[in-house]
């Protein structure tokens, strides 16, 4: 898996796959703005991320 797929993953899935700082800037690239670690327990945002993710998450090939 490629570090981006695993931030993917980790974006839409809550889980935390691969390190936490790809996933903050694939998060922050998909809602287009600053996002602070504490908005992660927001309700509200976690949904955000996971609209916003969740095309790139479909998409995602598996291969072997």
């Known amino acids: 898996m490629e570090k981006r797929e ?3 993953v ?4 809550g ?3 691969g390190k936490s700082s790809d996933m903050h800037e694939y ?4 809602l287009q703005r600053p996002v602070f670690m504490n908005e992660l327990a927001d309700e509200k945002v976690v949904q955000q991320i996971k609209d916003a993710s969740k095309q790139d998450f479909c998409s995602i090939t ?3």
């Open 6 to 8: 695993a931030a993917i």
């Open 10 to 13: 980790a974006a839409y899935t």
């Open 27 to 30: 998060i922050e690239e998909k």
């Open 62 to 64: 598996i291969t072997g």
């Open 15 to 17: 889980t935390l796959i």
